[in-house]
């Protein structure tokens, strides 16, 4: 079955960096893409990124402002995001998940990312 | 790209049907048939409930549907149960893999 496992809980200072792994199993992952959302506490769902597992292809929002990287190692079949020069507003749960023609079919548990001086 | 448009909160009764709007341009749900919607219960993940605007995945109860009409998008729940409340948002596809999504609805079944 379809499983994308994130990796746990970080705490940072402003002004450093971050990354998030979403690890995939079940499925070709050079078959589908890989989506990044983002929720911040007690709001809601917010676009960050996509990225092609085949080719590396990779979509920012323009929110991230050049501050995001997005990875993936398919010998592990993960994807990664990093963020960098954290600011407090950027605390919030970092979803993974599955591109799947154009939706978002499986998706990941979340990992909460706290930025905090 | 500023978020699509969705009420804050809707409610209804057990059994009975409520709709959900998802307002957006003709350069995101009025220009693609790919609207999407997402459940989220509180402290998970979100769970896929339509897609390509009316498509349920397996596992979804044909008592949810989707439609959309110009740039608004719509979900509607029919006979509902207290197992539905939760979150609920659309997304779109925005052209060039960029994806927008609602601010979110929450649903109370009264």
């Known amino acids: 079955q379809v499983q994308l496992v994130q990796s746990g809980a970080e705490v940072k200072k402003p002004g450093a960096s971050v990354r998030v792994s979403c690890k995939t199993s079940g499925y070709t992952f050079k078959n589908h893409g890989v989506t990044w959302v983002r929720q911040a506490p007690g709001q809601g769902l917010e676009w960050l990124g996509w990225?092609?597992?085949?080719?590396?292809?990779?979509k920012f929002a323009q929110t991230l402002q050049g501050r995001a990287t997005m990875t993936t190692d398919t010998f592990t079949s993960t994807a990664y995001l990093e963020l960098r020069s954290l600011r407090s507003d950027d605390t919030a749960v970092y979803f993974c998940a599955r591109e799947n023609i154009i939706h978002f079919d499986f998706w990941g548990p979340g990992t909460q990312v706290t930025v905090s001086s | 790209q500023s978020a699509l448009t969705q009420p804050r909160s809707v409610s209804g009764s057990p059994g009975q049907s409520i709709t959900i709007s998802c307002s957006g341009t003709?350069?995101?749900?009025?220009?693609?048939?790919?609207v999407s919607w997402y459940q989220q219960r509180p402290g998970k993940a979100p769970r896929l409930m339509i897609y390509d605007v009316s498509k349920r995945p397996s596992g979804v109860p044909d008592r949810f549907f989707g439609s959309k009409s110009g740039n608004t998008a719509s979900l509607a729940i029919s006979g509902l149960q207290a197992e539905d409340e939760a979150d609920y948002y659309c997304?779109?596809?925005?052209?060039?893999?960029?994806?927008?999504f609602g601010g979110g609805t929450r649903l109370t079944v009264l």
């Open positions: 997304s779109s596809y925005a052209g060039t893999y960029t994806w927008l």
């Open positions: 003709s350069s995101d749900v009025g220009g693609y048939n790919y």
């Open positions: 990225i092609s597992a085949y080719n590396g292809n990779r």
